[in-house]
């Protein structure tokens, strides 16, 4: 008969002695608990004493979170969360050197858990630390712990950043501005900065009067703190006011942080890891979103400054022929000119360009093809001005559509989002990436509007194709902008047709009734298939990582359900695994019998917390959570949705449950298609004899890798 779900088997450790094993009633007080362990050991007090894990994190068991002990847990017996931070303050601030360091030493690693951090905050413990970096005579190792411990405290949101002295914010950047610091407190400085940047608004103008970018630029070098050091330019990027971003993506171009970064990042002699991968990608978003503001101009037709851009346009198109001299001569002229150059209103294009989005975006991309690409501006428009069968491309419509477009693609003026990593290599590979990229993209357009012998009722049709050739190309994560040019002429129109009709044949294929019948005594058959893949994949298991404030500092866990499928093994790691983990490091388990369901989205538990990453849509979309008995959760954010897909089908396969998502839908199209279309060629090549009938064939058997992003 199993125990009762109230009832948990532990054993409990304490120095110097036999482990005690216990059965522990969750009904129960803790203090209860605590007092009748204290008694097996003689220890008197009880009260000053505390129940912590032994392994992983160590955190100290309270009421709040003792639901989450599994059986089998090893804890051990601990002096109370109060009684640690009061000896552990009274030893920081003794005058022997070598206590006080591993007094600081203990606290950079309690300070992570929340209950000790509680009370060593209550004690003033914060003020304490910040005094002792202002006093300026800690270095080395001492400096480094005071530092760690000064960040996990702040972390855990119980004091606001506000409070911090203007003191302590110098002498923070004091060590970041410093030529000769130890790497482990550069990082910590940087980090705190960067924290008092996103979390302080008044904090922001005075870390930003203390740090220069220049000085933050010249760290990049150092593969040690470069994750650090742009994710504080980031974060003063991102903090600074509408006014100031400009000023400071000119310091940027100045100081050469592209070029900086593309040699000594993204061509490094590192692989680029999780978080530096979403440092560029946040930098990429925000250097795009500079443009929002000519996005959303819309062109005043009655200024003149504005207006004589188009007169530019005009007169480099057409070798600045002389004007008439009449004034209605030149009106004609310039109107067939604006007819030649594609604008919709003839007459005063500037109207064209009063629609937002890309509203004198677009001007400036036309403008800056015109000038820096001239060659290619003149022979575009002339190749279409001359045309007189109707399959004239309109650069001028095509201009400010594509513009839009790239907007959307790129997503110019929407904020970074927590989870995504998707940066661009080739971005950082031109200090005029974005117009550079629009150049490229209107010599697509006005290839690919040739290729579909497109007229201006094609208009629309053009564009699509064009969408997705380009979010095609950018999916191969091209290093160059000679590489898109490369992969968007691998891209043709024939192509792209081709990929339709290929992709569009799980879908449109076999309609007749016949083989809607073959089709469905099929499915069973592959979907069995993709169940078993799917429990394999969850037999092999995959890493996940903890969601935290500080994405640098990552913590690792891993997942996998048992070979006989009857028990999910899962535990912390200290760093990503290479390759599969043995079930002896997965200390924590799950009968699969326990397990009632599985939610997704904002259904999670952790996803309704207020601290969820703001209920980022991203990481909305990649959470999930296993709810088991009694009322337990497991939860789960993936690393992208093909493990996301892997996970949910595998565990509603576990649970004899539908498998619903979108990579299953996908993959049974696909085997069903290749497997019909096994059996139909079979069909087309057996010589039916008079008798006896011929025996069906067996169904093909499988082993197929996914390609999913």
């Not at 044949?505 to 078993?532: W, Y």
Request: aromatic share 8%; hydrophobic share 40%.
């Amino acid at each position: 008969m199993p125990p009762p779900a109230d009832i948990v088997k532990v054993a409990i450790e304490w120095p110097g002695a036999n482990a005690q094993l216990i059965e522990m009633d969750q009904k129960r007080p803790l203090s209860s608990i605590i007092r009748e362990v204290c008694d097996g050991w003689s220890l008197s007090g009880a009260e000053q004493f505390a129940l912590r894990y032994a392994d992983g994190p160590q955190l100290y068991i309270t009421e709040q979170s003792r639901g989450e002990i599994k059986n089998g847990t090893i804890l051990r017996l601990a002096i109370s969360p109060a009684r640690a931070a009061r000896q552990l303050l009274e030893r920081i601030q003794s005058h022997g050197i070598d206590a006080r360091l591993e007094a600081l030493k203990e606290l950079a690693k309690l300070s992570a858990d929340p209950t000790f951090a509680a009370e060593f905050i209550n004690m003033e413990g914060i003020g304490t630390l910040a005094r002792l970096v202002e006093s300026g005579t800690h270095f080395g190792e001492m400096l480094a712990f005071t530092l760690t411990a000064f960040l996990e405290l702040m972390d855990h949101g119980i004091v606001s950043w506000d409070l911090i002295s203007l003191s302590f914010i110098k002498q923070i950047a004091g060590y970041v501005n410093q030529p000769m610091v130890d790497v482990s407190i550069l990082q910590r400085s940087l980090a705190i900065l960067e924290s008092m940047v996103l979390n302080s608004h008044s904090l922001y103008h005075r870390v930003a009067q203390e740090i220069t970018v220049g000085q933050l630029i010249g760290h990049l070098s150092n593969q040690e703190i470069q994750t650090y050091a742009i994710a504080l330019i980031n974060a003063l990027f991102l903090k600074a006011p509408e006014d100031r971003r400009q000023e400071m993506a000119s310091t940027l171009a100045q100081k050469h942080l592209r070029s900086i970064i593309l040699n000594h990042v993204i061509r490094g002699n590192r692989p680029i890891k999780a978080e530096m991968a979403h440092q560029l990608y946040v930098l990429q978003v925000l250097t795009f979103n500079l443009l929002e503001e000519r996005m959303m101009t819309k062109m005043d037709p009655n200024d003149q400054v504005q207006r004589d851009i188009i007169f530019e346009l005009r007169r480099i198109a057409f070798d600045g022929e002389n004007d008439p001299t009449g004034t209605e001569k030149r009106k004609a002229m310039y109107t067939k000119d604006y007819k030649m150059l594609g604008f919709t209103n003839h007459v005063n294009p500037a109207m064209d360009f009063t629609q937002t989005p890309p509203g004198m975006l677009a001007l400036d991309n036309m403008l800056y093809l015109a000038k820096v690409h001239q060659d290619t501006y003149i022979r575009i428009v002339l190749e279409n001005s001359s045309r007189e069968d109707k399959h004239e491309c309109p650069f001028g419509r095509c201009a400010i559509e594509l513009t839009r477009m790239l907007c959307e693609i790129l997503q110019v003026g929407e904020l970074p989002n927590e989870g995504c990593n998707d940066y661009h290599p080739m971005f950082f590979t031109h200090d005029r990436a974005w117009e550079e990229f629009f150049c490229v993209c209107i010599q697509l357009l006005n290839k690919t509007w040739k290729e579909m012998r497109a007229t201006a009722e094609d208009f629309n049709k053009v564009m699509q194709v064009v969408r997705e050739q380009i979010t095609r190309a950018l999916a191969m994560k091209p290093s160059s902008l000679d590489q898109l040019k490369n992969k968007l002429r691998g891209l043709n129109y024939s192509e792209i047709l081709r990929l339709r009709q290929s992709e569009r044949m799980s879908q449109d294929d076999f309609q007749s009734p016949p083989i809607i019948e073959l089709r469905e005594r099929i499915q069973p058959e592959i979907l069995e298939l993709i169940k078993q893949q799917r429990l394999n994949r969850l037999c092999e298991g995959s890493c996940f990582r903890k969601l935290g404030n500080r994405r640098r500092q990552e913590k690792f866990w891993f997942c996998r359900l048992s070979l006989n499928h009857k028990v999910l093994h899962y535990g912390d790691l200290d760093e990503s695994p290479q390759g599969e983990v043995p079930f002896e490091l997965l200390s924590d388990k799950i009968p699969v019998s326990d397990i009632k369901s599985v939610v997704t989205g904002k259904d999670c538990p952790h996803m309704k917390e207020k601290s969820a990453l703001k209920q980022n849509k991203e990481v909305l979309e990649l959470a999930f959570s296993v709810l088991y008995d009694p009322d337990e959760t497991l939860n789960f954010v993936a690393p992208n949705k093909y493990e996301y897909c892997i996970w949910t089908d595998g565990l509603c396969a576990l649970l004899g449950r539908e498998m619903g998502s979108d990579l299953t839908r996908s993959d049974l199209d696909t085997l069903i298609s290749m497997e019909m279309k096994l059996r139909l060629l079979d069909l087309e090549n057996i010589t039916i004899p008079e008798a006896p009938p011929p025996v069906p064939k067996e169904p093909s058997s499988y082993n197929f890798t996914y390609n999913y992003s």
